[in-house]
């Protein structure tokens, strides 16, 4: 079984700028997919970033220029840079990986906060 650590959320001013961490531990099989996702209160979980093993990152329009996702195979981790914070930006986001066996793994959630 595939446990999933995430870091790095927390409050910050709009502009200012959070690094969301995810490290995969366990029963590892070869990831394919590592992804984020976040959720607002009353809305539908939406991806934000994902980077499959063949590094082709993809991004929400409303996040591209603002952030970037990046991954470290060696260590299991997956990245989510986020500058330009905006306030529309506060959910709780999670951290997704999918094997090549199309098994998914989620993690617990991080809260980011933005204020005004």
């Known amino acids: 079984q595939v446990q999933l650590v995430e870091s790095g959320g927390g409050l910050v001013q709009a502009g200012g700028s959070l690094r969301l961490s995810c490290a995969a531990s366990?029963?590892?099989?070869?990831?394919?997919?590592m992804a984020w996702y976040r959720q607002a209160p009353g809305k539908q979980r939406e991806l934000v970033a994902a980077i499959p093993s063949s590094g082709n990152t993809k991004c929400a329009d409303s996040v591209k220029g603002r952030f970037t996702i990046s991954r470290d195979n060696a260590q299991n981790t997956v990245y989510l840079q986020m500058n330009s914070l905006k306030p529309e930006d506060t959910a709780v986001y999670y951290c997704?990986?999918?094997?090549?066996?199309?098994?998914?793994?989620w993690g617990q959630g991080t809260q980011v906060t933005v204020s005004s």
């Open positions: 997704y990986v999918q094997d090549v066996r199309g098994v998914i793994t």
């Open positions: 366990g029963s590892i099989f070869r990831i394919n997919v």
